[in-house]
């Protein structure tokens, strides 16, 4: 965003309010209005309960900062916002894992494909270290945090598989655990409370928080005003804004009510606007990713992306249309979803039942989530390709030549149409039954957000750290960006949520 929008944004807030709570309270830039009283006082607050919040308490705690100085803030009426109901699955580069599979990868491979995939526009400071912590990062949440893992995947745009799923297949599997274990050390987030003001002082250092506790989402004015002093700082890790439509389209005018999102209903931004009401930097606002692998057979972020990311490079994807292949399957996500909605109507990804059975089902996708989309019509099953040509309307003679084709790169291992990377092991789709998605995107991440240094503090429109302050995961900007890699989130979540911990700590 440049001076001249904010300026613009800030003389405009009332505009979004209706989607933000936060609009409900005037602040201006700086104010060093504290409260006559607290009403409490914390260490640490961390405002978020997903990967990047979840991370920060725990560091702390493992840092020696006493369960009672550790506080977590969560304004929905559950706990894991995005995190819990994302893929399961965190990008690592050169794990044990891999090892076993004979894959070769790197820290190096990992920070390149990042900047790749980023067009050029990732801050190369916060790329770097995601790469370099990833594999450390894993480790510890596997051996620390005991999430169990299950298999190594493949997601479009990385040069190999190197996406760690969990046993659970969803991002339960992360945030269940971390919450168990911060339970366990009698740390528990504090539902139902909304932030409606960072608080500074006269040396614009943050020092706490004005909020509601009893908020109920929907009913903005809800809840009783509390304040919150924070000794050690404040991280916000109340993720991104991809269900505020109003506030996604002052950034990109063409991501409208049309599209729906892969978000739960509160990752509304608010705190992004909270930060900026204190004179925050935000940075690649207008980069907001859409998913390529949803289904318009279904709501929300569903089963259709479980499917789809393991069955590229094993079946063709396809417009119906035509009947043509129109992109490279396991090209990076903004590549795909671009296509798609060029195409203007929803397209299609097959593949035999052999690779559904033996390179899917188990690995990527349960049993029982495999016979949900079966059966909430989500996947569709055809015998043979003439069947799933009359049920989509599709010509079927050219499906027939570009499953020809494909077929042929497949034995070649070779695509010298779109480039598609192929995998040892894969079958033919030469016989039925053949399994089908349909796809339609849906704005899935922000990549844009608050400007963050290595150390995870939020930089200031001067391009000054604010002291006391700090952020992490989607509500950051410049770790991605024009385009984030699949699984690379979490890790980045995960490892600035720990890294804003452990400067805080050190900080105060």
Not at 84 to 100: E, F
Not at 229 to 235: F, S, Y
Not at 414 to 419: G, I, Q, V
Not at 445 to 454: D, K, Q, R, S, V
Request: proline share 4%.
């Amino acid at each position: 965003m440049t001076n001249q929008s904010r300026r613009q944004f800030l003389k405009t807030g009332a505009l979004f309010g209706a989607a933000s709570a936060a609009a409900a309270v005037a602040s201006p830039a700086f104010s060093a209005q504290q409260p006559q009283k607290w009403d409490e006082t914390t260490g640490l607050l961390i405002i978020g309960t997903g990967f990047a919040g979840l991370g920060a308490a725990l560091e702390a705690h493992y840092l020696g900062l006493k369960s009672e100085e550790i506080t977590i803030l969560e304004k929905m009426p559950t706990a894991g916002g995005n995190s819990i109901i994302n893929g399961g699955a965190i990008a690592a580069a050169g794990t044990d894992m891999q090892a076993k599979e004979g894959i070769k990868d790197s820290a190096d491979l990992l920070y390149a494909d990042i900047l790749k995939a980023g067009g050029g526009l990732c801050h190369p400071s916060l790329a770097r270290r995601i790469a370099d912590e990833s594999v450390s990062n894993y480790e510890w949440l596997r051996d620390e945090i005991g999430v169990e893992f299950k298999a190594v995947t493949y997601h479009g745009g990385h040069s190999v598989k190197r996406s760690h799923a969990v046993k659970a297949n969803s991002g339960s599997g992360f945030v269940l655990p971390m919450l168990a274990k911060l339970k366990s050390f009698g740390i528990e987030p504090r539902l139902r409370v909304i932030v409606d003001q960072i608080i500074v002082d006269e040396n614009k250092a943050v020092v706490g928080v004005k909020a509601r506790t009893g908020y109920r989402f929907g009913k903005e004015q809800s809840g009783k005003p509390v304040y919150i002093r924070a000794t050690k700082g404040v991280v916000i890790a109340a993720g991104g804004f991809a269900q505020n439509v109003k506030y996604r389209m002052s950034q990109d005018p063409r991501l409208n009510e049309k599209f729906t999102s892969t978000n739960h209903r509160g990752a509304t931004g608010e705190m992004i606007m909270e930060a900026q009401e204190i004179g925050a930097n935000t940075v690649q606002m207008d980069w907001i990713q859409l998913g390529p692998w949803t289904s318009p057979d279904e709501q929300g972020f569903g089963v259709a992306p479980l499917f789809v990311e393991s069955a590229v490079g094993l079946g063709p994807m396809i417009d119906p249309a035509t009947g043509k292949r129109f992109i490279k399957e396991t090209g990076n996500r903004k590549v795909r979803a671009d296509a798609i909605v060029a195409i203007g109507h929803p397209c299609l990804i097959y593949t035999t039942e052999e690779n559904v059975m033996k390179q899917i089902v188990g690995k990527n996708m349960t049993q029982k989530l495999f016979e949900h989309a079966l059966n909430s019509n989500v996947l569709r099953k055809f015998n043979t390709l003439k069947e799933m040509a009359d049920f989509y309307k599709i010509p079927y003679a050219q499906l027939e030549e570009t499953n020809k084709k494909f077929n042929g790169y497949m034995t070649a291992m070779k695509d010298p149409e779109f480039d598609c990377m192929f995998f040892k092991g894969a079958a033919l789709n030469d016989k039925g039954p053949y399994y089908v998605c349909r796809l339609w995107p849906r704005v899935h991440h922000c990549m844009g957000g608050l400007e963050i240094n290595n150390n995870a503090q939020v930089m200031s429109i001067r391009g000054e750290p604010i002291k006391g302050l700090y952020a992490a995961g989607e509500a950051t900007g410049g770790v991605h960006g024009m385009d984030r890699l699949g699984t690379v989130a979490v890790a980045d979540c995960i490892i600035f949520g720990r890294v804003a911990a452990r400067h805080a700590l050190k900080a105060k």
